[in-house]
């Protein structure tokens, strides 16, 4: 296993490059340094002398990808691109055009992310996994009618009128916990339990739906059938055995997204004011902060990387025949 | 779980458990306010925005500021003992008579005397820092010992000087060298001694820079070039405001740097207040500078001024306010429910919330909702002095030029748009119709019938009326564009328009322009890009029409009509002339004007320049925006100030009356809770029930 995972890793850099090339590319056809330099030094008396001043400051006056006037290894070492993806590989981000350090902006908004991502994907999935279980054991009646009539429903209604509509009733009719904000340590549960609360509702029409149908499926298999003809009870038979078969493609879409928590998500941080990593790319793209885009960039390939690693991993544990070389 | 119910606890045991802030019952002068997005920068020598100046306007203090009640607006000194005395020069350096003409003065020397008694806030750079101690702070509060000085006047020399180092990124450093002696030769020193020692603080102390000169510990002067008279706004911006040399040098340590911990994200001031919190992910904290000199609440202002109560508090010392919490909101619907609930002071009102807040009488006057004014809100409007509009390129071969074929395209145009509509569309009439660049409350603006622009209305019963869309199509035929077609080709006109359109009420917004041009059956085509090629098309001058604005930097006409001044083209020279509007006769009535004194006959001449504006249409001149801003009852002292950013010191709040008002709108509503709890009851027996059924008829099927 040692192996594989080695193995992986070293598959993980040339990933990791390509997608810094990419978004190198991507964002110099869309944004000149000189944009980027306007953008910053703001509407009023910009002179071409600012624009020259600030691109030499921030080392935007170099080549981005070749320089024709270097020799040797310097054509492509004295590059911006170079030079800055080597910072990016020992995870030295560098400072933001506003002149923070990145590094420790992300790793004061992750917590805040981690907040609201975490309890959300717990409680979401355990409350999917369950109504989904229960939808199973009473199929073919009423209830399950309902339940795929009401999943139905929660999937058609936008992730935005749960927030808004949650705030109303909750923050503003109901007067129960604040409408949004922030506080660090444990003064941030009674911010948290509204996005959380409201995270799992959005998220229960489609992932109970989802749930559902792979616990369909096993149910139609050989050992569910051996397992009722053994005389188990339907509940154990859903609620071990099912649920253990049915783990791998459960794993397969949670696990992935586990390190991408700490990205956080864009619209519920915006609206609950919650000081997270959701909004940081969306900023950076809109401010034109390379520094901070190609950095979240990169964390989040990393993250990805990671992510399916510990899906492979994870096979490992819940189906012994699973073996990696 | 005993951590977390410990947590919580404080909370519901407190009135309002839907509190934002963790401190309940009678609060101290505490303001609450928010910020919409994180200030970019909190450098007084950089920082340009408005949202930035919320901060550092309360921090810094540059030697002037604006009178807050008296109208028009009144410079009086701040950081300064009293306003400037000013002495004009010759090219010979002798001194000139204070009514010498313009051509003679070569420079002006603005001789300022910092105020006695005027101390820094407590701040660790003003004691010797020790070195393990800088290793493990993450704030500057963690410094455990921090100390202060009285402001000097080589604190002002330095923060000129900083204006010219090319690390700062001064937005005004290209507008100062014009004005201010040796400002580019500095900036040449100091890029030549930055690539020799690129990682080393430069002290500016041993930069000599030739228009500023120390008289003595209290007094300085500055060697401004020509007779710039608006140059006294510029010393009531943060741009002016004192450095200490030993702040710059502090937060030049790289264990400093790496935590985030810079001066242009912890500011340093004499100012009323000093921030204590510098969160911009998440709050900003001021609190009462405890430096700070005597200052008082201001004892004169308009006439109505006495009678709003705004004059209450005159002669006390300011500020009032302890502490002032800005909270990050980047929504309007959870600000807005929020100030709702009383846990915002004050808030503009969005184009969501309008109709629930404000209601247009049968005059067409602004007035609060009933249920607004229930709970005793107050609504206070101000004409804002910017300006939004729609611009022609006077390069273009079509639109463009002064030709008479041109001007009364560009006229016909004037007339076909029609902005009253706009305004009510888009603004919810929160809006002037322009009538020429200049707004409300800057000198020149006129009002009634001599302020209306001709070519676009008439002056009917007492009010303009929009020309009609005869007399437009009569011009374009008189342009040689008979029912929107060239007459010679008979092809149809077709004109471009610039936009950077992305927002979701764009859409609706360009259908509405087109609409205004197909009314003399012109076709508009959008030509939608996004901000940078824009920037492009207008520094090329490849746009036809674009869309455009301007702040007032101060309230002087100077600032506006600049903008139509043919050497600030914006093709050519990189100015703010957009349009790239060229004509001698205006160019020349400005230079005489931009010299002159708030005077009668500088009154004539910006008539004069005006007049050829109309004529010429360079601009459809589109409105001024107005300013809607709501306050509850508890908050005092609030009076429109478009010009300073160092208000917050005047602001005054009843604590007692916010709590009050807070516990009676937010008492929690528990039944919907317990009936929530006997719906899952109703929903889980049955099914609790039907497994158990089921189990039991599966048993018994075996059984049997």
Known sequence: MLNYILRRILYAFPILVGVNLITFFLFFVVNTPDDMARMQLGMKHVTPEAVENWKQERGYDRPLFWDDTASGVGVVSETLLFIESTKLFRFDFGVADDGRDIGKDIRERMGPSLAIAVPTFIIGLMTNITFALLMVFFRASYLELSGVVLTVVLMSISGLFYIIGGQFVVGKLMHLVPISGY?????????????????VISGIGSGVRWYRTIFLEEMGKDYVRTARAKGLSEGRVLFHHVLRN?????????????????????????????????????EAINAQ???IVRAMVFLGAVLYIIGLLLTDLSYTLVDPRVRLS | MALLLGSVAPYLSAANWNSPYSQQGVEEQVLYSSFSGRPKHLDPARSYSSNEYTFIGQIYEPPLQYHYLKRPYQLEPLGAAEMPVVTYLDRQGEPLPADASTEQIAYSVYEIRVREGAKYQPHPAFVPVDEVVLEQVEQLSDFPQQGSRALMADDYIYQIKRLAHPATHSPIFGLMTEYIVGLQALRDQLKEARKQHPEQWLDLRKFPLDGVERVDDRTYRIKVKGKYPQFLYWLAMPFFAPMPWEVEQFYERPQLKEKNITLDWYPVGSGPFMLTVNNPNRKMVLERNPNYHADFYPTEGEPEDREQGLLADAGQPIPFLDRIEFSLEKETIPYWNKFLQGYYDASGISSDSFDQAVQLSGSGE???TPDMEAQGMRLQTSVSTSIYYMGFNMADTVIGGTDER???LRQAISIAVDYEEYISIFANGRGIPAQSPLPAGIFGHQTGEQGVNPVVYRWESGKPVRRSLDEAKQLLVEAGYPNGRDAESGKPLTLYFDVTASGPDDKARMDWYRKQFEKIDLQLVIRNTDYNRFQDKMLNGSAQIYLWGWNADYPDPENFLFLLYGPNAKMEKNGENASNYSNPQFDQLFEQMKNMENSPERQQVIEKMTTILHNDAPWLWGFHPKNFGLYHHWYRNTKPNLMANNTLKYARVDSAERTQKRGEWNQPVLWPLWGGVVLMMVLIVPAWLGIRRREQQSLRKEVS
């Open chain 1, 289 to 291: 902060d390379f520094a």
């Open chain 1, 183 to 199: 506080e660090s340590g444990l003064g941030a549960f009674r911010f948290v339990v509204l996005p959380v609360a409201i995270g």
């Open chain 2, 406 to 408: 041109a001007r009364k």
């Open chain 2, 366 to 368: 602004a007035q609060l």
């Open chain 1, 246 to 282: 049915a783990m791998i493609p459960i794993l397969t879409g949670a696990v992935v997204v586990l390190p991408l928590l700490f990205m956080g998500s864009l619209i519920t941080e915006s609206f609950f004011g919650i000081p997270g990593l959701g909004s940081y790319t969306i």
